[in-house]
């Protein structure tokens, strides 16, 4: 397989496919709580979330990176030439395609 990854001698992480009938969709949310203070930071409390759903429709829409650009960013300068040598992955999940309906029931 020849990718512009491999072509730039980047050696690539492949995830494993998704299991189920539907194809994937994901939305990045970033939630901040003023009311709460992060006891490192002494900044109110953050909190990065990925919520990934069953999608209507995926065709024509781009895959979403298996790590945000901040969060890669942090990675690469927190272990520096460690992941230098590798091609981050793609996910599954769509970016933004049409909702398919979900129920999620929790019972007590």
């Known amino acids: 397989m020849s990718t512009p990854a491999v072509a730039a001698g980047l050696i690539p992480i492949r995830l494993a496919g998704p299991t189920g009938p539907a194809p994937a969709d994901a939305v990045e949310l970033h939630l901040v709580d003023p009311s709460r203070t992060d006891t490192w930071s002494g900044q109110p409390r953050q909190v990065m979330l990925t919520v990934t759903y069953p999608a209507a429709d995926v065709r024509d829409r781009a895959t979403q990176p298996w ?35 979900v129920l999620l029931h929790s019972p007590g």
């Open 67 to 101: 790590l945000p650009s901040g969060a890669e960013r942090a990675l690469k300068a927190r272990f520096g030439g460690a992941v230098d040598s590798y091609a981050l992955p793609e996910t599954h999940s769509a970016d933004r395609p049409p909702v398919r309906p």
